[in-house]
């Protein structure tokens, strides 16, 4: 809760300095990267930079985070903060790294908006940063004493043990731990960080999605190859790296899990939605759903440009088949014909022939503008806002949209 002279400071800045954020946290990243290139280099993902969503994600974050401070003060965004703390944790980020931030950030917030931060301002807007901040912090630590590990110690060294071509442009890779033991527990629905060394020196971090269930010997993800259309940014350095090079017997450098989109241990029914890639975190649902036995209502929908390039096609619906109380329903924008599955439709996803049950808890995953309409049709059909939750892969830009 803010302090009671910061307060009416905030609420009266907080037009000003909210339509200034995106120019705010550019500079912010400027002032950051100058001072310390080595964390573009190897820790942010500088294709983020280069688009501009970075900026944006922590913009939209930072005014969501000041609005509720002022309009709801005895609330909190958790979504927001757990979802924020869980890439930081995959990143290794520590506590110390807030203050170097703090630092920046502010800095940007007085060069942008110039005279109207007057020493109050500041003082005001620093104790935002530091609300946030600390929050995120004491999540943080939380989560690596759940992990056992001490704070940004992460990393570990894999094996990939089995590639397989899934599609054109989506490659998995199986992952063994080196000295044997089963790999680290998870709970279905994380992603980890992996980490590779680039050509030029630089070590660029990705998240990826655990796509089978956990509590077995091995880990396995599926990368899809980021491509630009029209040149404006390079293809994905990462996944490009780990579609040429990654091999079988290769060690691969790979974060504990995180992740807060997961499975609820309750037996609500279930409705699990994706696009493109965003199946990978449904897999690992579905995956562990079968294991289990599970005769929870499950409603499993997936979109996708062709059968083909639809990842784990096979596998997804053979996992839907062995639950006693599940249906699976596609989409496909082209050649949807040549899918003998049932219930395979041609377009982007509708709702419009499925009534969720009472008490349905909701996962989306996929590209924003899919997860926006599918939430809407939710919700038109009755299921809470609380009850629909989602998984961004890249910046979170929900916010900022």
């Keep these: 809760m803010l302090s009671a002279q910061s307060e009416p400071i905030v609420r009266a800045t907080l037009p000003v300095v909210g339509a200034s954020l995106t120019s705010i946290t550019a500079r912010f990243y400027e002032r950051l990267f100058e001072d310390h290139p080595e ?145 680290t527990p998870f709970r279905p629905g994380q992603y980890v ?67 807060d989109l997961v499975l609820p241990d309750t037996g609500s029914p279930l409705f699990l939605a994706s696009a493109g890639i965003g199946i990978t975190p449904m897999l690992s649902m579905l995956d562990h759903l079968a294991l289990t036995s ?15 390039d639809h990842v784990h096609r096979h596998e997804q619906a053979d996992l839907v088949d062995r639950l006693a109380n599940a249906d699976l329903h596609l989409w496909y924008e082209n050649d949807h014909h040549h899918s003998p599955a049932a219930n395979v439709f041609a377009g982007r996803a509708s709702l419009d022939h499925l009534t969720p049950d009472a008490g349905t808890a909701a996962y989306l995953c996929g590209p924003l503008p899919f997860m926006r309409a599918v939430r809407g049709e939710l919700l038109a059909k009755g299921i809470h806002p609380s009850a629909i939750h989602y998984e961004v892969f890249g910046p979170d830009l929900w916010l900022s949209k």
Excluded at 210 to 220: D, E, F, N
Excluded at 294 to 306: I, L, M, N
């Design 294 to 308: 599970s005769t929870r209502p499950v409603t499993v929908v997936h979109a996708d440009r062709t059968p083909r």
């Design 193 to 259: 960080s992996v980490r590779v060394a680039l050509p030029d020196g630089a070590h660029q971090i990705r998240q990826y999605s655990l796509s089978t269930a956990p509590g077995q010997k091995t880990w396995r993800i599926t990368v899809k190859r980021e491509r630009d259309a029209d040149g404006r940014v390079p293809d994905g350095e990462v996944s490009s790296w780990l579609h040429a090079h990654a091999e079988v017997g290769d060690p691969l450098e790979v974060s504990l899990p995180a992740g």
């Design 39 to 183: 964390l573009l280099r190897n820790l942010f993902n500088r294709t983020n930079q280069v688009t501009g969503s970075q900026r944006e994600a922590l913009a939209g974050s930072v005014a969501a985070f000041a609005t509720m401070l002022v309009e709801r003060p005895d609330e909190r965004p958790d979504a927001l903060l757990s979802r924020i703390a869980h890439k930081h944790v995959s990143l290794g980020i520590t506590a110390d790294q807030y203050t170097l931030v703090g630092r920046h950030l502010l800095g940007a917030v007085a060069e942008v908006l110039g005279e109207a931060v007057t020493t109050e301002v500041a003082a005001a807007w620093d104790e935002v940063y530091w609300l946030m901040a600390n929050a995120l912090i004491a999540i943080e630590a939380r989560l690596y004493a759940q992990a056992g590990v001490e704070n940004g110690d992460v990393w570990q060294r894999m094996k990939i043990t089995e590639r397989h071509q899934e599609s054109d442009d989506a490659v998995s890779l199986v992952l063994r731990r080196t000295d044997g033991r089963p790999a």
